[in-house]
């Protein structure tokens, strides 16, 4: 099977050939099978799936009324950078294309676009509202499913596919996204289970060059930076770990380079504009940097990149994987350079952990967890279902239908989370007959614009401005730090505040140095546990040439001859003094915090690598079925500012169960306790 030959030169006209994954993904798209597309970023996925789809539905898209595509996206910065991409070839075509966020509403036309680009919670409102437009869906495109998949939000985009198939009266042709994907058959069973779907996977893997480097300070930095820019054009990608470390390295880079004012920071806190001016002057010019969080870790376009930089360690595969792609699209292997910032604790835990992901990488050991028992999206999208009819009371066999699909959901589970929506007066049941309607709690959520968010809690940010125009968003707490006439830095610029509102932050551009830095929250990345894993795997099985300069590379080799004789896969090494024992697990946070738990620890300190307690561990207590130890896990996984309001009502057997879930599905944490 092959494309029509007018689609195939709308999409693909203007390239030398179709690539691989494109190839692939003709025929089961095109006789209407659902799919899974698995292919590394800027391998022209997005194109590979709507290609097909605009080939095999054009006919009943210009017939009908409302719009027959329907494309799912994570964030709204993808769904501006998609509409970019996919409207040249759709109006060839004679097809429309527009999206539908928080920032712009193309259904408000009076001709709908055949092609509607959403994120999951603008189409939680668009069905919550009933839109007319949705019921001539046809087919949905599932943009970089690994970022919602086992996550509340992702639960809550698997139940409004089941939802959109009810409300569009037929079977919709599925088609998922990814470039990072451990096991295709699980992400499916997550947002459609007892489903299947054809695997269309790039089985091209380009060779992985990457070298390591311990900078010793700002200057390093800054030297590495000009000699990487010394050619006549360069683009730069460097990945930092934080928003607070993106406004810091642009303080510091800019204006101290041959890049000049050409060095940019990109993340999630700064306003739409600004991003979307920084992505284009980083396309355009033929020389510049750009300084990102893991905002431009996803597929929007900013052009060939030269030279990908991690400025620390990514935590795990997933996000190495994504940042390593986004660069060297032209040539035939992959470059990344590694950077252990100068105040890294644990250099050599730092340079380890970065040969370890590496070699998990080539070996292709990767591994995440089995498709979890999400629950607490579950309440938010019973408040949902009763908002489309304005709070009329539905029944309780309707509501428990929905969710019959999923095995932990079944009618029992559904009705206890009914009780307690209803014993906090979000619902109210019907006097007489098994129903229930709106409650109070529920409108109040609808007015604060809550209802349809399965973001963690603490995610509440406050508006930056200067003379009235946003220049980005900060977390709320910064309010309590900040006053009238300091100057903070935000965004690699330094900013005096003139006045401070319950949700905004006026500014001005500084004259003076910065003060105080904007904080945003949350710890450092932690380590995935399979990195560390893999870690011992190297200490037992130690690489003869590390990619690394001479003397670090010198260092790095004596260090673990030295450590492999006390820690490996087999032993735990041990360290005490005065204030107790440290014990060198790499087990990770979570395990080790249930292992200090179960041996009764009152006073410890549980990091990726090291476990310290004051009294010791008897580790041949210890269970080796991770059941048993499932009660302390969901205690440790209970963090409050991570779960979600909606988690948060839960009743807490039912919260219990959820956290506990991740602990029983995550398999390198029963090879962890079993070693």
């Given at each position: 099977?092959?494309?029509?030959?007018?689609?195939?030169?709308?999409?693909?006209?203007?390239?030398p050939?179709?690539?691989?994954?494109?190839?692939?993904?003709?025929?089961?798209?095109?006789?209407?099978?659902d799919?899974?597309?698995?292919?590394?970023t800027?391998?022209?996925?997005?194109?590979?799936?709507?290609?097909?789809?605009?080939?095999?539905?054009?006919?009943?898209?210009?017939?009908?009324t409302?719009?027959?595509?329907?494309?799912?996206?994570?964030?709204?910065?993808?769904?501006?950078?998609l509409?970019?991409?996919?409207q040249?070839?759709?109006?060839?075509?004679?097809?429309?294309i527009?999206?539908?966020h928080?920032?712009?509403?193309?259904?408000?036309?009076?001709?709908?676009?055949?092609?509607?680009?959403?994120?999951?919670?603008?189409?939680?409102?668009?069905?919550?509202?009933?839109?007319?437009a949705?019921?001539?869906?046809?087919?949905?495109?599932?943009?970089?499913?690994?970022?919602?998949?086992?996550?509340?939000?992702?639960f809550?985009?698997?139940?409004?596919?089941?939802?959109?198939?009810?409300?569009?009266?037929?079977?919709?042709?599925?088609?998922?996204?990814?470039?990072?994907?451990?096991d295709?058959?699980?992400?499916?069973?997550f947002?459609?289970?007892?489903?299947?779907?054809?695997?269309?996977?790039?089985?091209?893997?380009?060779?992985l060059?990457?070298?390591?480097?311990?900078?010793t300070?700002?200057?390093?930095?800054?030297?590495?930076?000009?000699r990487?820019?010394?050619?006549?054009?360069?683009?730069?990608?460097?990945?930092?770990?934080?928003r607070?470390?993106?406004d810091?390295?642009?303080?510091?880079?800019?204006?101290?380079?041959?890049?000049?004012d050409?060095?940019?920071?990109?993340?999630?806190?700064?306003?739409?504009?600004?991003r979307?001016?920084?992505?284009?002057?980083?396309?355009?010019l033929?020389?510049?940097?750009?300084?990102?969080?893991?905002?431009?870790?996803?597929?929007i376009?900013?052009?060939d990149?030269?030279?990908?930089?991690?400025?620390?360690?990514?935590?795990?595969?997933?996000?190495?994987?994504?940042?390593?792609?986004?660069?060297?699209?032209?040539?035939?292997?992959?470059?990344?350079?590694?950077?252990?910032?100068?105040d890294?604790?644990?250099?050599?835990?730092?340079a380890?952990?970065f040969?370890?992901?590496?070699?998990?990488?080539?070996?292709?050991?990767?591994?995440?967890?089995?498709?979890?028992?999400?629950?607490?999206a579950?309440?938010?999208?019973?408040?949902?279902?009763?908002?489309?009819?304005e709070?009329?009371?539905?029944?309780?066999?309707?509501?428990?239908?929905?969710?019959?699909?999923?095995?932990?959901?079944?009618?029992?589970?559904?009705?206890?989370?009914?009780?307690?929506?209803?014993k906090?007066?979000?619902?109210r049941?019907?006097?007489?007959?098994?129903?229930?309607?709106?409650?109070?709690?529920?409108?109040?959520?609808?007015?604060?614009?809550l209802?349809?968010?399965?973001f963690?809690?603490?995610s509440?940010?406050?508006?930056?401005?200067?003379?009235?125009?946003?220049?980005?968003?900060?977390?709320?707490?910064?309010?309590?730090?900040?006053?009238?006439?300091?100057?903070?830095s935000?965004?690699g610029?330094?900013?005096?505040?003139?006045?401070?509102?319950p949700?905004?932050?006026?500014?001005?551009?500084g004259?003076?140095?910065?003060?105080v830095?904007?904080?945003?929250?949350?710890?450092?990345?932690?380590?995935?546990?399979?990195?560390?894993?893999?870690?011992?795997?190297?200490?037992?099985?130690p690489?003869?040439?590390?990619?690394?300069?001479?003397?670090?590379?010198?260092?790095?080799?004596?260090?673990?001859?030295?450590v492999r004789?006390?820690a490996?896969?087999?032993?735990?090494?041990?360290?005490?003094?005065?204030t107790?024992?440290?014990?060198?697990?790499?087990?990770?946070?979570?395990?080790?915090?249930?292992?200090?738990?179960?041996?009764?620890?009152?006073?410890?300190?549980?990091?990726?690598?090291?476990?310290?307690?004051?009294?010791?561990v008897?580790?041949?207590?210890?269970?080796t079925?991770?059941?048993?130890?499932?009660?302390?896990?969901a205690?440790?996984?209970?963090?409050p500012?991570?779960?979600?309001i909606?988690?948060?009502?839960?009743?807490?057997?039912?919260?219990?169960?959820?956290?506990?879930?991740?602990?029983?599905?995550?398999?390198?944490?029963?090879?962890?306790?079993?070693?």
């Amino acid at each position: 099977m092959s494309l029509s030959l007018d689609v195939g030169q709308a999409f693909y006209g203007s390239f030398p050939g179709v690539l691989p994954a494109q190839q692939l993904a003709i025929a089961p798209i095109g006789r209407g099978d659902d799919a899974l597309i698995l292919s590394g970023t800027g391998s022209g996925k997005t194109e590979a799936a709507v290609a097909p789809l605009v080939d095999r539905y054009r006919d009943v898209a210009r017939r009908s009324t409302g719009c027959c595509l329907l494309y799912v996206t994570p964030t709204r910065a993808l769904a501006n950078d998609l509409l970019r991409r996919l409207q040249p070839p759709l109006e060839r075509l004679g097809l429309t294309i527009g999206i539908r966020h928080g920032d712009h509403n193309d259904l408000s036309r009076r001709r709908k676009p055949h092609l509607l680009i959403t994120t999951p919670e603008s189409l939680d409102l668009l069905l919550t509202r009933r839109t007319r437009a949705l019921a001539d869906v046809h087919a949905v495109v599932l943009d970089e499913v690994h970022l919602t998949y086992n996550s509340q939000r992702g639960f809550q985009l698997a139940v409004l596919l089941e939802r959109l198939e009810g409300f569009a009266g037929r079977p919709l042709q599925m088609v998922g996204l990814s470039a990072t994907v451990a096991d295709p058959a699980d992400i499916w069973a997550f947002f459609r289970p007892g489903r299947e779907a054809v695997t269309v996977r790039d089985q091209r893997v380009k060779p992985l060059d990457y070298h390591l480097r311990h900078l010793t300070g700002a200057a390093e930095l800054i030297e590495l930076v000009t000699r990487a820019a010394s050619a006549a054009r360069v683009k730069i990608l460097l990945f930092a770990n934080s928003r607070k470390e993106c406004d810091r390295l642009g303080a510091e880079l800019r204006g101290q380079t041959r890049l000049g004012d050409h060095v940019f920071v990109h993340h999630s806190s700064l306003d739409r504009e600004t991003r979307l001016a920084v992505e284009r002057a980083f396309q355009e010019l033929p020389s510049a940097l750009c300084i990102a969080t893991s905002t431009l870790e996803l597929g929007i376009d900013i052009g060939d990149v030269d030279l990908i930089v991690l400025y620390g360690h990514p935590g795990g595969w997933e996000s190495f994987l994504q940042r390593a792609g986004r660069g060297n699209r032209r040539s035939d292997k992959t470059n990344v350079l590694c950077l252990l910032p100068p105040d890294h604790p644990a250099p050599f835990v730092g340079a380890l952990a970065f040969e370890a992901l590496v070699a998990q990488v080539r070996a292709g050991r990767l591994e995440r967890a089995r498709p979890l028992d999400i629950i607490g999206a579950v309440g938010q999208q019973i408040l949902s279902i009763l908002l489309e009819r304005e709070g009329a009371y539905r029944s309780v066999t309707e509501l428990a239908t929905l969710f019959s699909a999923w095995p932990h959901l079944q009618r029992p589970v559904v009705e206890q989370i009914l009780t307690q929506l209803a014993k906090d007066q979000n619902i109210r049941r019907h006097p007489v007959q098994h129903r229930y309607g709106a409650g109070p709690g529920l409108h109040l959520l609808h007015r604060l614009g809550l209802i349809w968010s399965n973001f963690p809690s603490r995610s509440r940010e406050v508006k930056m401005t200067w003379a009235g125009r946003e220049v980005g968003l900060v977390p709320a707490h910064n309010l309590l730090q900040l006053k009238p006439g300091i100057t903070v830095s935000f965004a690699g610029r330094d900013w005096q505040v003139q006045r401070l509102l319950p949700d905004e932050i006026q500014v001005e551009p500084g004259k003076r140095a910065a003060e105080v830095e904007i904080t945003y929250g949350g710890g450092a990345i932690g380590l995935d546990p399979t990195t560390l894993e893999e870690m011992l795997r190297l200490l037992d099985q130690p690489e003869a040439v590390p990619a690394m300069d001479t003397d670090l590379c010198r260092w790095y080799v004596a260090t673990v001859e030295r450590v492999r004789r006390y820690a490996g896969s087999d032993r735990v090494a041990l360290a005490r003094d005065d204030t107790g024992y440290c014990y060198f697990t790499f087990a990770g946070q979570v395990v080790n915090h249930v292992v200090a738990l179960w041996s009764g620890q009152s006073a410890y300190e549980a990091a990726d690598v090291v476990l310290r307690t004051e009294q010791a561990v008897d580790f041949a207590d210890l269970p080796t079925d991770p059941s048993a130890a499932r009660r302390l896990a969901a205690t440790v996984l209970r963090v409050p500012g991570d779960l979600s309001i909606f988690q948060s009502a839960l009743p807490p057997d039912l919260l219990e169960h959820e956290l506990g879930d991740l602990w029983l599905k995550t398999p390198v944490f029963a090879r962890t306790l079993a070693r």
